[in-house]
């Protein structure tokens, strides 16, 4: 993942003024149903949390930047599950993985709007937890309200260590 996360955070530090749009870009893959497993952007927005410590980088824009690509791409999958509930667990990667979505369903199912905030600190739930909600028809203010709760909260929690990390070391 190194190999992913070391280009990016170089980019953002040596170009301060895409770390929003590059936030959000890295947020929404992570948070978007198939995608999230193809790109490694939690590594990467852990890293911006050091370059806000550093002083390189404000934290505000990053953070809501991170937020609203996270709820966006949760956004996303709940439409696609909604959409094509018949057809999604035809499609890859859930075709050659289908317990992902089971695990999804089986937690949404147990865990509500909870799960949506829950589910988004877990990796491969991350992504299918918002898809399962969208296939399995959970009301749409309810999906909404715990997506954007839960953006704003998982956005801070990836950039803090990194932000009063080095905060701490610098001082």
């Known amino acids: 993942m190194e190999q992913y996360v070391t280009p990016v955070v170089e980019f953002v530090r040596l170009h301060y003024l895409w770390a929003a749009p590059a ?17 490694p952007a939690w590594g990467a927005l852990v890293a911006m949390g050091g370059l806000v410590g550093a002083g390189a980088i404000d934290f505000v824009p990053v953070w809501i930047a991170g937020s609203l690509g996270a709820a966006l ?4 999958s709940y439409w696609f599950g909604y959409h094509y509930k018949e057809r999604v667990h035809h499609m890859w990667p859930l075709s050659r993985h289908r317990d992902m979505l089971r695990k999804g369903e089986a937690f949404f199912r147990k865990w509500g709007a909870l799960g949506i905030v829950a589910g ?6 991350r992504a299918t937890v918002p898809l399962a909600a969208g296939i399995f ?34 001082s």
Not at 34 to 39: A, D, H, N
Request: glycine fraction near 8%; aromatic fraction near 18%.
């Open 137 to 170: 028809e959970m009301p749409w203010a309810a999906f909404q309200l715990a997506n954007f709760l839960s953006a704003f909260l998982w956005a801070g929690v990836l950039l803090a260590p990194g932000a009063i990390g080095v905060a701490l070391v610098t």
């Open 120 to 125: 988004r600190f877990f990796g491969p739930l």
């Open 23 to 39: 936030a959000f870009a890295l947020a929404f893959a992570e948070s978007l149903a198939f995608i999230s497993l193809l790109v």
């Open 73 to 76: 791409g949760d956004w996303v």
